[in-house]
């Protein structure tokens, strides 16, 4: 219809889509999130975890049965030391919108001069180098609040 209109199709958005941009900026980008591990005794345990993008390098950050906030930023802050020392150099740290993540999470990166990125709502691929990460092909993510 609209080529019987003659309506040209529209301009290419301005600046990189999404995937394009974690690519170019791989080097400097860190992620987190959960995966969990079911037991032989039915016990689930949610296992925290980072992962630099351009290398691919996981850091496991900690196991627990019951994570919370307090938990999840004690973590941050174990993690904040080797981004002092030295050995990570993150500029951007992307992160799911789960209510483990609290304010004084976000504040331990912002401390170190790393701002924090929250994907948009209901969109798995935003994190996506994490997400493929932990799930195996056709498992669900089960770490929502």
Known sequence: MLRRKR???PPRRGGLAWGE???AHAGAVLACD?????????????????IELSTRRVYLAGCTDHPNGD??????????WRISDGELKP???IRDRDCKFVAAFDEVFRSDGVPVVK??????????????WSRAPGERSSTGC
């Open 21 to 23: 941009f974690l690519f």
């Open 119 to 132: 994907t948009p709502p209901r969109a798995p691929r935003a994190n996506s180098f994490a997400e493929r």
């Open 7 to 9: 309506v040209p199709p």
């Open 71 to 80: 938990w999840v930023t004690q973590q941050a802050r174990n993690l904040s």
């Open 91 to 93: 500029k951007v740290l």
């Open 34 to 50: 959960f995966f969990t591990v079911d037991t032989v005794l039915l016990r689930r345990f949610y296992v925290f975890f980072f």
